[in-house]
């Protein structure tokens, strides 16, 4: 609870002088009580049971019972201390990095705010509060795109992403209508209890409930699909894309996935769909990444290649390895961001690769970082992301399946494209000649104290994460997750499985990890050593096009969209019909028939006598049609009564 204040409080602590020292002293502070909490719920609940404390009332309609609740087991405990410890490093480095800008007090305040809802989102013991921090950290997205409003991208960017996150949301909504329905019950243990209760009942389709929550995550982690706007919300503060897109949000969607793990489980047709769209998002996104020139949207594309991992896992049943990766993602990834944030603020604010270089005696603590995190992001061996990734592919390997094996297989080669975007992105900036203006490069300087900080901690843990946790996260027999994952034990002889299998298997993603290293030293060295490009080409123009799902999205999709509602909405419906019969046309109608009547009152005689004659001749002819109708009219009454 202690953890909820202090994240609000900054978020609200506006007008004091010491705002900066309160947010540092208080997220630091989130940081311990988050390890207390560690510490106290191993203590008093070395089993790994599950302990939820209900704070107040929310909501009481009928069977429907919901409480603002702090629900702790280890899922939540790996989750508080990535999400505070990464926000507290994040909001530390922006003291510096966001130095001059005059809106720094509403900046740190929405990323208190944005680390408040993350905290609501991973301790909540039910669907409604979850969906609320949900909710809440897209909205934060929103205001953190849109930080510098007055940019025109800045609004789009921020305009994409909250509308590709609805169509997530919605079917995240649905799934939470449709459990609701079923089970009558919005809280994970009951949930868990009864899934199994009614396991292989006609009635309840649990694959339709894992596909709905399933759409939720694509949304939220950024799938194949549902992905183009994450590159675009890097318009936002470079500490945005560290907290926002790398380290905790887009993680959601993997969170929830695990969280239900009770569900995704018994979902037996849902869990290949999930491999496939995991290990395409990975490929898509790595192979995206080769051929892009902003530094921040190359990074950012890693992030939507190694949430593919994630995803993946979770479809192969290993949510404990996808786990492992997200927790050692968070660091690397955020120490990656960061890097680019000191390297962007020291080239005064220039994002284009092509016009960085040779800066490696003049950034020499940004390349150490930079490196760091690169070859953690590889897969370079004995680095956190070593440790995570390669695991996820091996138990790929070790299902025996089709879905196994072409994840195995993708997710191999886009360990090579990762490899390759990675030392091609060091190549660009830290080698060669360099390419930026005079003036630039006699200001450029390396990263100030206030920035250094935050990134040797984070480049600390992306070297010893991974050989420190792995026994504690994915080691055989590890009681470490208990009751917060569903743990079959085919899930335990795959684990087996991949830890025992052949050496030659294993070092597959290695070799292609090497290969792609090799392949962009050699091309970005010797064959475009001045050009530093490939040829344009059809191959070129897809990849750096983003496979032109934008493309599709905007002139198929969307443009379609609006000419559709214009021609029907707007020309047959607002234009023709309503107007005709809508108000406005009542109206002219009425007004012109008035019109036409007062015409008639002329006021000669002989119009007034004519009127009268013709109306004499109608009210005779009606009358008469009537009377020789009356004869017929009588006679069939009566032969029909005859009849009957």
Known sequence: MSMFILSFGNSIYWKSSNLLAFIWQANFTMVFMCLIVALDYYRYFPTNLVHEIDFIEWIHVGSLNVNISGFFDTLTIVMLFVITTVSSLVQHYSQTYMKYDPHILRFMSY??????????????????????????????????????????QANKAAIKALLVNRIGDTAFAIGIFIIFTNFNTLDFPLLSTLIFDVKGSQLIDINTIAFFLFIGCMGKSAQIGLHTWLPDAMEGPTPVSALLHAATMVTAGVFLLVRCSFIFQEAHYILPFITLIGALTTFLAASTAIVQNDIKKVIAYSTCSQLGYMVMACGLSNFNGAMFHLYNHAFFKALLFLTAGSIIHALDNEQDLRKMGGLINILPFSYTMMLIGSLALMGF?????????????????????????????????????????????LIFIFFGKTNSHKKIIEQA??????????????????????????????????PFWGNSIIYYSCNYYSNVYAEFLPFNFKVIPLIFSFVGSFLAFFLYTYVFKNSKTFMYNSYYNFFNKKWYFDLIYNDVLIQKSLDIGYNISYKVLDR?????????????????????????????????????????????????????????????????????
């Open 381 to 425: 061996p004995f680095l956190s992301g070593y440790y995570s990734k390669e695991f996820i592919l091996e138990v790929a390997l070790s299902k025996s399946t089709v879905t196994g094996d072409f994840a195995f297989w993708l997710g191999s080669l886009s360990s090579g494209c990762t490899a390759f975007y990675s030392i091609r992105s």
């Open 111 to 152: 990323l208190s705010l944005f680390t408040f809802f993350m905290l609501i989102l991973v301790t909540s013991g039910n669907f409604l509060q979850l969906f609320m921090g949900w909710e809440g950290v897209g909205i934060c997205s929103y205001l953190l795109i849109n930080f510098w409003h007055t940019r025109i």
């Open 445 to 478: 300087h390396d990263t100030p104290v206030g920035m250094k900080e935050p990134l040797f901690i984070l480049a600390t843990l992306s070297i010893f994460t991974g050989y420190i946790s792995k026994d504690f996260f994915i080691g055989l027999g590890t």
């Open 576 to 644: 023709g019909f309503l107007e005709i019969v809508g108000i406005k046309g009542f109206t002219k109608n009425y007004s012109d028939l008035s019109h036409s009547l007062i015409r008639t009152q002329s006021g000669h005689p002989y119009h007034y006598f004519l009127f009268f004659v013709l109306g004499s001749m109608l009210l005779m002819i009606f009358t008469s049609m009537i009377v020789l109708q009356l004869p017929l009219l009588l006679i069939f009454l009566i032969l029909f009564s005859v009849s009957v």
